[in-house]
Protein backbone atom coordinates (compact mmCIF):
# COMPACT_ATOMS: atom_id res chain seq x y z
CA UNK A 1 0.00 0.00 0.00
CA UNK A 2 0.96 3.41 -0.82
CA UNK A 3 2.24 5.98 1.45
CA UNK A 4 -0.80 8.24 -0.22
CA UNK A 5 -2.92 5.84 0.12
CA UNK A 6 -2.14 5.28 3.93
CA UNK A 7 -3.28 8.74 4.31
CA UNK A 8 -6.63 9.31 2.49
CA UNK A 9 -7.16 5.96 4.43
CA UNK A 10 -6.37 7.06 7.87
CA UNK A 11 -8.25 10.49 7.14
CA UNK A 12 -11.43 8.89 6.30
CA UNK A 13 -11.35 6.68 9.24
CA UNK A 14 -10.53 9.29 11.39
CA UNK A 15 -12.88 11.76 9.77
CA UNK A 16 -15.82 9.19 10.17
CA UNK A 17 -15.29 8.71 13.58
CA UNK A 18 -14.92 12.09 14.28
CA UNK A 19 -18.57 13.10 12.82
CA UNK A 20 -19.78 9.60 14.34
CA UNK A 21 -18.75 11.09 17.91
CA UNK A 22 -20.11 14.50 16.87
CA UNK A 23 -23.50 12.77 16.12
CA UNK A 24 -23.72 12.09 19.86
CA UNK A 25 -23.08 8.48 19.15
CA UNK A 26 -20.74 5.91 20.39
CA UNK A 27 -19.55 4.61 17.65
CA UNK A 28 -17.20 7.55 16.95
CA UNK A 29 -15.49 6.66 19.53
CA UNK A 30 -15.60 2.95 18.77
CA UNK A 31 -14.68 3.61 14.75
CA UNK A 32 -11.67 5.98 16.60
CA UNK A 33 -10.26 3.25 19.10
CA UNK A 34 -10.43 1.01 15.79
CA UNK A 35 -8.47 3.77 13.58
CA UNK A 36 -5.04 3.46 16.08
CA UNK A 37 -4.71 0.08 15.09
CA UNK A 38 -4.35 1.49 11.41
CA UNK A 39 -2.29 3.85 12.78
CA UNK A 40 0.22 1.78 14.93
CA UNK A 41 0.34 -0.53 11.20
CA UNK A 42 1.34 3.11 9.24
CA UNK A 43 3.74 3.54 12.33
CA UNK A 44 5.57 0.48 11.90
CA UNK A 45 5.81 0.32 7.99
CA UNK A 46 6.75 4.21 7.96
CA UNK A 47 9.60 4.24 11.29
CA UNK A 48 7.75 7.05 12.06
CA UNK A 49 8.01 6.52 15.82
CA UNK A 50 5.89 9.38 16.99
CA UNK A 51 2.78 8.09 15.49
CA UNK A 52 3.65 5.21 17.73
CA UNK A 53 3.64 7.14 20.38
CA UNK A 54 0.36 8.38 19.37
CA UNK A 55 -1.62 5.37 19.10
CA UNK A 56 -1.17 4.13 22.68
CA UNK A 57 -2.05 7.87 24.19
CA UNK A 58 -5.04 8.39 21.51
CA UNK A 59 -6.28 4.58 21.84
CA UNK A 60 -6.24 5.82 25.66
CA UNK A 61 -8.49 8.40 25.21
CA UNK A 62 -10.54 6.78 23.17
CA UNK A 63 -11.10 3.81 26.02
CA UNK A 64 -12.58 6.51 28.02
CA UNK A 65 -14.99 7.96 26.06
CA UNK A 66 -16.17 4.59 25.11
CA UNK A 67 -16.60 3.82 28.23
CA UNK A 68 -18.25 7.38 29.60
CA UNK A 69 -20.87 6.65 26.44
CA UNK A 70 -21.57 2.92 27.09
CA UNK A 71 -21.81 4.18 30.86
CA UNK A 72 -25.51 4.70 32.25
CA UNK A 73 -25.98 8.41 32.96
CA UNK A 74 -26.79 9.02 37.04
CA UNK A 75 -30.50 10.00 37.44
CA UNK A 76 -30.83 13.64 37.53
CA UNK A 77 -32.29 15.04 40.66
CA UNK A 78 -34.75 18.16 40.62
CA UNK A 79 -34.51 20.88 43.18
CA UNK A 80 -38.34 20.42 43.81
CA UNK A 81 -37.45 16.80 44.64
CA UNK A 82 -34.32 17.77 47.47
CA UNK A 83 -36.79 20.46 48.45
CA UNK A 84 -39.13 17.47 48.94
CA UNK A 85 -36.88 15.34 51.12
CA UNK A 86 -35.76 18.11 52.93
CA UNK A 87 -39.42 18.41 54.57
CA UNK A 88 -40.13 15.10 55.21
Known sequence: MTYQ?????????????LWLAGKRSWTGWAVGLAAQVLWLAYSLVTEQWGFLVSCFVYGAVYIRN??????PAPPVTTASEV??????
Do not use: K, Q
Request: zero cysteines; aromatic letters at 12%; a positive charge.
Open 5 to 17: LWSWLLMAVGVTG
Open 66 to 71: LRAWLR
Open 83 to 88: TARVDH
